[in-house]
């Protein structure tokens, strides 16, 4: 990604998640060559923007191109200023007024047009229901050890991470976290970089945020026995993990600034020169975030053309689907995680009741999609209710937790940002079962071996079984999902 000069740099997440749209025809901008006869599709969201921009407002736009050297003509000859890219699916980011990103979309070789539209957090781990720790504790990887995700590290794109945290800190007093970046963009939101701080710095503090620290201590957290006896442990206590925090305020180019980073270093996140016993890949990729409402799935968008290039090399993407409920008339399912793409897998929550259950319930505000459109049906059900993980009672995500333990290090939060990283650690497992597996083959063998508990509705048939609109094929099922796995 490149960079250009900019001040007074602020935090903010930001992702493109809409339908596309037309707008009439654009007017040749003053200087330049108008020659295309068919401009360009426009988003959705950014569509409704432009319309209540005044003439010299000016608000952020992404400029697809069929590669980047025609998105980056199309940003110069309308007029628009450059303020950052992303280079590898050919997307330029830019600011400019209604305008002249008319005029962007007229310009031959420019694919789409996106907006920087606004998203949020998707707010015990129970590794019992799901055979989690089953595996964990009596199956191996191919490397001879313990099925934890050990060889694996695991990008938590959140609001950031506290690596101190005990739970996330090894026996020998070193933290789990083995990246630490920031991303960091301007006060319009339309140029991020992401930048490397100690290990040492607690960005989940600096963004007043929580959740993420939450999140990790689901993927990854190491075995604990709390004061009140209770043992827990992340869904991979091997895997490392490496945060990217976007901060607790959340809009499209901070997230998709991450996802490219993950794009650029997922084969050396700490650098080259580290070794990957010290600092493994990037295999999967856990994103609790989302539009409220959920939306209708983009093709076209910068998050999925990112997400398909990670999955092209190997790297699985887990998403949230939202925690707007509904009852299958229509679909609240997070977009990006409708991709069919294999090895993007989109989480619905599980209740089990908190008895470990295998028979219990799809949580209430877990978002359903709609009924007889399988697009939009949740990938997977993975435990998301009543979540006990790592948190400080003093941030704003861990101070509504329901039971603060260990003086507030520790609480209990739902939502479906907590079934996501569940399966984003399960990933991870997976992957250390077989290292030559592709995402695909991962989210297949997920899928094929869940385990049908009935609650909710009916399931209907597909092409690896049977799935349904709120939970989708069921609940994880690790021990058998490494089974079908093994070569």
Not at 382 to 392: F, K, L, Q, Y
Request: hydrophobic content about 35%.
């Amino acid at each position: 990604m490149r960079r250009t000069s900019r001040s007074s740099l602020g935090v903010v997440l930001a992702a493109a998640l809409a339908t596309v749209v037309s707008l009439p025809a654009a007017a040749a901008p003053v200087g330049g060559s108008l020659t295309s006869t068919s401009p360009a599709p426009v988003q959705d969201f950014l569509r409704d923007e432009l319309a209540d921009l005044d003439l010299t407002e000016q608000t952020t736009v992404l400029v697809h191109g069929t590669d980047l050297a025609a998105a980056d003509n199309a940003v110069r000859v309308a007029g628009l200023t450059e303020t950052m890219s992303f280079d590898r699916i050919g997307v330029v980011v830019a600011r400019g007024t209604a305008a002249e990103i008319a005029a962007a979309r007229a310009v031959p070789g420019v694919t789409y047009l996106e907006g920087n539209q606004p998203i949020e957090l998707s707010q015990t781990t129970s590794n019992t229901a799901t055979r989690g720790d089953e595996a964990y504790r009596t199956l191996t990887g191919a490397d001879g050890s313990a099925l934890s995700g050990a060889g694996v590290s695991v990008g938590v794109i959140d609001s950031g991470v506290d690596p101190t945290h005990p739970y996330l800190t090894e026996e020998d007093g070193t933290s789990v976290v083995v990246s630490n970046q920031k991303v960091l963009c301007d006060p319009f939101e339309a140029a991020c970089e992401v930048l490397e701080v100690p290990n040492s710095v607690d960005t989940d503090t600096l963004a007043v945020g929580g959740h993420g620290t939450h999140v990790a201590g689901i993927v990854a957290g190491r075995p604990t026995t709390l004061s009140d006896g209770k043992e827990i442990h992340g869904a991979a206590p091997g895997a490392k993990l490496v945060s990217l925090s976007t901060g607790a305020a959340l809009v499209i180019i901070g997230a998709d600034a991450a996802l490219n980073w993950v794009l650029e270093n997922h084969e050396a996140p700490c650098g080259e020169g580290v070794p990957a016993a010290e600092c493994p890949p990037i295999k999967v990729t856990n994103n609790s975030y989302g539009p409220s409402g959920g939306g209708d799935f983009d093709p076209q968008s910068a998050t999925v053309k990112l997400q398909r290039a990670l999955a092209a090399e190997g790297v699985a993407t887990v998403w949230a689907n939202g925690n707007d409920g509904g009852d299958g008339s229509e679909s609240f399912s997070n977009p990006p995680g409708q991709d069919p793409t294999g090895g993007v897998i989109s989480v619905a929550s599980y209740n089990d009741l908190e008895t470990g259950t295998r028979d219990g319930e799809v949580s209430d505000f877990s978002s359903r999609g709609k009924a007889g459109d399988r697009s939009t049906y949740p990938d997977i059900s993975a435990p998301g209710d009543t979540i006990t993980s790592s948190c400080r009672i003093y941030l704003t995500i861990c101070s509504t937790g329901l039971d603060p333990q260990e003086g507030g290090d520790f609480n209990t939060i739902s939502g479906t940002s907590m079934a996501a990283p569940h399966i984003a650690g399960i990933v991870a497992q997976l992957f250390q079962a077989d290292p030559t597996a592709t995402p695909g083959q991962v989210e297949d063998a997920i899928k094929s071996t869940a385990y049908k508990y009935s609650f909710g509705a009916p399931y209907e048939s597909a092409p690896l079984g049977s799935t349904s609109y709120d939970k989708g094929y069921g609940l994880v099922d690790v021990v058998a999902a490494a089974e079908a796995l093994a070569p």
